[in-house]
């Protein structure tokens, strides 16, 4: 016969059997219930100058879509306004330091088109022509290439055509204050959508201005003042369908920087026509 304490060792035993089979069951569950990632998986990286705005919301819907198709991994570099040249370079070195596959900066349509298509509006605004009329510029930051190159184009063919740059700003700038004291503005045309969505935000308080407002712009919130009317006509870059190529360019390692988004002024009531409505809620 056992003695007391011989029993209570063999039922300590007992238990730490029993625990350590749970144990082993339960990392056998977790295991089987685990998705494993290759250890192959590509991780990209994206560049944005000033990421966390708005106006990249579709862009990055684009890429996060096509990373969920090929199953990679992606990551935004979290920026402000760029405050020196090479900025953007120096981020995408560092990416590429960091054991990124690959680095993506966002492509531009056409200047040239960019500003054709908005000298156009700016024009039929005033009924063809724009001889006499003040024209203000609201641009991307002193880094941003593709404003200031629209910005160049557009001054000159409204200049050409008799009209008057009152000014132009770059981003960041205090856009309230800036409408505030130039009243004699006939026209308003922002090249940036956070400052497009500046202008509307002031102009929707002011009841009685009658300034025209155009500019590039694909966010939410821009698309709210089109809808409403503040924002007269709005330059509207496929950046969705950008942002989905891009990624799958950059899986395949291809050059997305050949892309070129598509882009189409849209008007306040043509905000819910369904190829609109593709191009603006995607």
Request: overall charge negative; aromatic content about 8%.
């Amino acid at each position: 016969m056992k003695k007391p304490r011989e029993k209570l060792l063999t039922g300590n035993y007992i238990w730490i059997v029993v625990i350590l089979l749970v144990i082993v069951a339960i990392y056998a569950a977790a295991r089987l219930m685990q998705v494993d990632i290759p250890q192959d998986q590509k991780r990209i990286s994206v560049v944005l100058e000033n990421s966390g705005s708005e106006r990249w919301s579709q862009y990055l819907n684009g890429i996060d879509q096509a990373a969920s198709d090929r199953n990679v991994e992606v990551s935004t570099v979290m920026t402000t306004y760029f405050s020196r040249e090479g900025e953007r370079d120096d981020l995408v070195t560092s990416e590429y330091m960091s054991g990124a596959n690959a680095v993506i900066t966002k492509t531009e349509p056409d200047a040239s088109q960019v500003a054709d298509t908005l000298m156009e509006e700016i024009t039929d605004e005033f009924d063809g022509g724009i001889s006499g009329r003040s024209v203000a510029l609201l641009k991307g930051s002193s880094f941003d290439t593709f404003t200031n190159e629209v910005a160049e184009l557009l001054s000159a063919r409204i200049e050409e055509a008799g009209g008057e740059i009152l000014w132009q700003k770059n981003a960041p700038c205090n856009v309230s204050g800036l409408l505030k004291k130039s009243i004699r503005t006939d026209i308003i045309v922002a090249l940036d959508d956070d400052l497009l969505c500046q202008a509307a935000a002031y102009l929707v308080t002011k009841k009685n201005d009658r300034r025209h407002l155009v500019g590039i712009g694909c966010s939410s919130n821009s698309v709210y003042y089109l809808d409403r009317g503040v924002i007269t006509a709005m330059l509207v870059p496929d950046d969705f369908t950008l942002g989905y190529e891009s990624l799958l360019a950059a899986c395949d390692g291809e050059n997305f920087s050949k892309l070129v988004p598509s882009v189409k002024l849209i008007y306040p009531d043509e905000v819910y026509q369904e190829e609109n409505e593709k191009l603006l809620f995607p």
